[in-house]
């Protein structure tokens, strides 16, 4: 094997194994059959559960996004209220129109899902209730978790001293504060205020930094781990020896480690963000009428569920199935990243 | 392992103080109206809100209102309501103690006693169909948030109702053990999932240890191989993610108890957020985070009791 | 005298993704009441798998051993059923392993975990468990015995724990025990007193032994006859004398070649043995050891080369011995 190839190859390594991994598989590599990275790819695409669900993700969001503004389109002007309101699809197929002359209207071709107590359009409200559970999934998420958890993991399995005990200290805070605890504190105490201020959006906004605040720590404390794991490694100890700086270091060798780990977690950790996001609005400590989310026309529709049970069920089982499908996706990654799940 | 308890009990005092200290912020910066002037009403005089004032302890700075709520706290008193005049936190919180002790101790042993042994089946069964079919219900049970199963269950009530068949109530609570069957259930379907699949990955790993083999080649029964030999090491890693898992009683009771009328700590906290009564919801939050952080110096406890490891040291 | 235990064109399989790979192919050896048998090769070659399948104790699927017959004392291991398999284990025949870290349960004292064996398969009560548990801990040099057998495997070092794990395997007084690297994991200087503890007990109880290795100094020490084992075929079985006065297989005197020896001349250079064993997935046509040994003919590459009596006692599967 010459060496320039080897050097290429061992570094490719290096980058895309985790710690984990890394006992060097140069023939594998050589023969460009079998890295890491590739490996956990094969397994995730033989994963036909996990990959099911990520087409109906996909479809779900892609469908929320690209369907409403053609929905909108379609119907014809409405005559309300004896002729005085004259009303376009633009107008009744959005998510807070109030049409009382249909109410609780099952599927026709005018309102496609049909309708809840109000007249309100279901398949506009179930579409801006998955765009929402998407929203807070990634401030959540993305934002937060990843963001927040990555940048004070990483600082503090690698520099320790008093990152590292705050960290553990406010960890332990949090921990305290079980599941949906603090964001009803939160969100209880400050929603009004939240949606007095910048209506709808500033509530989603407090929302997810709530839910966020409790998820982060985690993240950080997986985080801190594998740091402290790679911290230890030879490759890191050569990469100082040559002169790179701890800024460095953590760039080009660290955070590319962790990167699996990050995203299998965060994949996790997305049913949650959405699942809570739903109990907050069903409580009515999150989105506010006439507003739409999945957990609030749940919150809407249950107290009538022996009359219309299709109005609950609907946001129910469009809930249960984005969630189950990040579930899906989240335990094939894990699976397919954990390297003792090697055959 | 008396230095360890009292470094645990320590770490739990730190940590209680913190979440009161948190709650009790969280209140004073409520925003929104003078909650003695929200009391007083229409009999608002200037006279009767300092009365009302002097006895709420509100014209304290707020350091020493913190010290007095701690204080309070300390003799079980959670203080006075901002809702009810003349009523303490503690008659409204109190009753609903026990309504929530009763429904997360249940739903917890059951989703032990169902999650385990099914992990364990499972883990046997690597492979086969019946570890696919068991494995997929509890990831079922497990993803599904108890808001989604409730809707269902409800529809599945008023169908039987209509075909007059035996069912179970859907709301309430006292009464009859019928009240009690479905939210128990309900709120265990969460933890059982989750017990199940950590069960069956904890007894794959043990199962593929060292220690296995050897006491397969001393001739000792698959049973007692697997029973004694393998599921006592199981037990570590399992009760080690008992503590963080009573976080989704917690989230489900919340949901559980809102859904069925349940007149829990939920329940209450909840309502105390739409009538803007602080002390009621604090109270809540102290009593639910307590109650999770004993619970996990209990398993800490046990886990020290199976893992000689650490009983030493 | 009959042989204790002999197996007959032992072949174990593992089926995995990638295929079946050929742990052990075809081995043939046997086993006389007291004696002590060496079995060498590198990692890889099959001997610990050969071990393992004679106690069927090699997880199937994905295991699978097609072999004709393991005899112990006429019953053929292969055809016992689990309760029969299970006095077996343990009770006639029993093991040590390479780790000793890992191989003893680490919640329970080593008082069970010796009882625990002596319970099954002597018949004892408890009280006489125990007992029987001390004088074996006694037995293996462990001191204040009756004191330790309340102690964890945590409390003891790896030497030491080696040590309760022979004392597990003789507390029944088995006929063979089957040691697979029992040195390896362990200090030099503890090596040396374990292998001692080893012999001396195995002879007292009379238990005849099948020690695993890679190291020819542990076979020169502690061996009547040895098995060399290459790529899962034995390709040399001779007495102990006579492999390492005469060996016949190139691969045994490449091994011997490539350790120091102390008549060494000074400045002699050690010869590694060049390339690698051949991958199990895809073994070659004709000898394994053909493409790394240094007097390979067109023959080797083409057919195996059957295990043939080179000189009395001596066996060595080459077409060009010595």
Redesign the interface.
């Known amino acids: 094997m010459d060496i320039e190839k080897k050097s290429e190859s061992m570094l490719e390594h290096e980058i895309l194994s985790s710690p984990l991994e890394m006992e060097p598989d140069i023939l594998a590599a050589e023969q460009n059959v079998s890295t890491p990275l590739r490996d956990s790819f094969r397994r995730f695409t033989q994963d036909k559960r996990a990959l099911v669900s990520l087409t109906i993700v996909i479809l779900m969001v892609l469908t929320s996004l690209i369907l409403p503004p053609i929905y909108q389109r379609i119907g014809p002007v409405l005559s309300l209220r004896h002729g005085f309101l004259h009303a376009a699809p633009s107008q009744y197929h959005t998510p807070w129109f109030i049409n009382n002359e249909y109410v609780d209207k099952g599927p026709s071709s005018l309102y496609w899902l049909g309708t809840n107590y109000l007249g309100q359009d279901l398949l506009s409200r179930v579409l801006a209730g998955i765009q929402v559970s998407m929203l807070v999934a990634v401030m959540v998420v993305g934002l937060l978790d990843v963001g927040l958890g990555v940048l004070f993991g990483v600082l503090a399995g690698y520099y320790g001293g008093i990152i590292d005990t705050v960290l553990a200290r406010f960890t332990d805070l949090i921990f305290a504060f079980p599941g949906l605890l603090f964001a009803v504190l939160i969100t209880g105490i400050f929603g009004q205020k939240a949606i007095q201020t910048a209506g709808n959006n500033g509530m989603l906004i407090l929302v997810s930094f709530t839910l966020g605040l409790t998820v982060w720590p985690q993240m950080a404390r997986y985080v801190r781990g594998q740091t402290l794991q790679l911290k230890e490694q030879q490759f890191i100890e050569a990469a100082r020896t040559t002169g790179s700086t701890s800024l460095q270091i953590i760039i080009r060798h660290i955070l590319p480690n962790i990167a699996s780990l990050v995203v299998v977690a965060a994949t996790l950790d997305i049913s949650g963000a959405v699942i809570n996001e739903g109990v907050l609005s069903l409580l009515g400590l999150g989105v506010q009428p006439p507003g739409s989310s999945l957990g609030l026309m749940i919150n809407e529709s249950i107290s009538n569920i022996a009359q219309y049970p299709y109005e609950t069920l609907l946001p129910a089982a469009v809930l249960a199935v984005l969630v189950l499908c990040f579930s899906f996706i989240g335990d094939g990654m894990r699976d397919a990243f954990d390297p003792r799940t090697k055959d | 392992m008396l230095k360890f308890l009292v470094r645990r009990v320590l770490?739990l005092v730190?940590?209680?103080i913190?979440?009161t200290f948190?709650?009790y912020a969280?209140?004073y910066?409520?925003?929104?109206q003078d909650p003695i002037k929200a009391l007083l009403g229409q009999h608002y005089t200037l006279a009767a809100y300092h009365n009302l004032q002097v006895k709420y302890g509100l014209d304290k700075p707020w350091e020493i209102q913190y010290l007095n709520f701690l204080w309070n706290l300390l003799h079980g008193n959670f203080g006075l309501s901002y809702r009810y005049p003349g009523q303490s936190v503690n008659d409204i919180i109190l009753p609903s103690i026990g309504v929530s002790v009763e429904l997360g101790l249940s739903a917890f042993i059951l989703a032990l006693f169902i999650g385990i042994p099914t992990g364990v089946a499972a883990a046997l069964q690597r492979g086969k169909w019946i570890d696919t079919t068991l494995m997929g219900t509890m990831?079922?049970l497990?993803?599904?948030?108890a808001?989604?199963f409730?809707?269902?269950y409800?529809?599945l009530m008023?169908i039987l109702v209509a075909h007059n068949l035996p069912y179970l109530p859907v709301s309430g609570w006292e009464g009859s053990i019928y009240f009690k069957i479905a939210p128990i259930i309900i709120l265990a379907l969460t933890n059982t999932g989750y017990y199940a699949r950590i069960t069956r990955t904890v007894m794959l790993?043990v199962l593929g240890?060292?220690?296995v083999?050897?006491?397969?080649?001393?001739?000792?029964?698959?049973r007692a191989v697997i029973y004694i030999?393998a599921f006592?090491?199981a037990m570590?890693p399992l009760l080690s993610v008992i503590g963080?898992s009573?976080?989704?009683?917690?989230?489900?009771a919340?949901?559980v108890e809102?859904?069925f009328n349940i007149p829990g700590v939920g329940y209450q906290?909840?309502n105390?957020?739409?009538n803007r009564d602080?002390p009621v919801?604090q109270a809540t939050?102290v009593i639910?985070?307590t109650a999770?952080?004993v619970m996990n110096l209990v398993t800490d406890i046990l886990y020290s009791i199976?893992?000689?490891?650490i009983r030493?040291s | 005298m009959p042989h204790l235990l002999e197996v007959a064109n032992l072949t174990t399989e593992f089926h995995t993704r990638a295929g079946i790979v050929k742990a052990v192919n075809g081995v043939n050896l046997f086993i006389d009441p007291g004696e002590t048998l060496g079995i060498v090769g590198e990692s890889g070659s099959g001997k610990s798998v050969t071990a393992l399948s004679i106690l069927r104790l090699l997880p199937t699927p994905p295991a699978s051993i097609t072999g004709n017959q393991i005899l112990y004392q006429n019953q053929d291991i292969l055809k016992l059923n689990e309760k029969q398999l299970r006095a077996l284990r343990g009770g006639k025949i029993s093991m040590i392993f390479q780790d000793p870290m890992t191989s003893l349960n680490p919640v329970y004292t080593v008082g069970f975990q010796i009882a625990e064996s002596v319970r099954l398969h002597m018949n004892l009560g408890r009280k006489e468990a125990i007992d029987r548990a001390i004088d074996m801990l006694d037995k293996v040099g462990i001191p204040s015995a009756a004191k330790r057998i309340n102690s964890y495997p945590h409390e003891f070092s790896g030497g030491m724990r080696q040590r309760v794990m022979i004392a597990i395997a003789l507390s029944c007084n088995p006929e063979l025990l089957i040691a697979d690297e029992p040195t390896t994991a362990l200090d030099v200087t503890i090596q040396a007193q374990i292998l001692e503890l080893m012999k001396g007990l195995t002879h007292e109880f009379h238990t005849a032994v099948m020690l695993i290795t890679h190291d020819m100094g542990v076979v020169a020490g502690s061996t009547q006859r040895v098995v060399v084992m290459y790529a899962g075929s034995i390709v040399e079985s001779a007495t102990t004398t006579q492999l390492f006065a005469m060996p016949a297989h190139q691969y045994t005197k490449a091994l011997l070649r490539s350790i120091p020896r102390l008549d060494d001349e000074d400045g002699k250079r050690l010869e590694p043995i060049t390339g690698q064993p051949p991958d199990l997935l895809h073994l070659p046509k004709g000898c394994p050891f053909a493409a790394r040994c240094p007097k390979a003919q067109q023959q080797c590459k083409e057919s195996v080369p059957a295990l043939t009596e080179v000189q009395p006692g001596q066996f060595a599967a080459c077409f060009y011995p010595f």
């Open positions: 770490g730190f940590v209680i913190g979440v948190v709650t969280m209140g910066l409520a925003p929104g990831l079922f497990y993803a599904i948030p808001f989604v409730i809707p269902f409800q529809v008023d790993e240890q060292d220690f083999r050897t006491a397969r080649s001393k001739g000792v029964s698959e030999h006592r090491n570590l963080p009573l976080a989704y009683l917690v989230s489900g919340f949901v809102d859904l906290g909840i105390a957020v739409f602080w919801l939050v639910l985070a999770v952080v199976v893992d000689p490891r030493v």
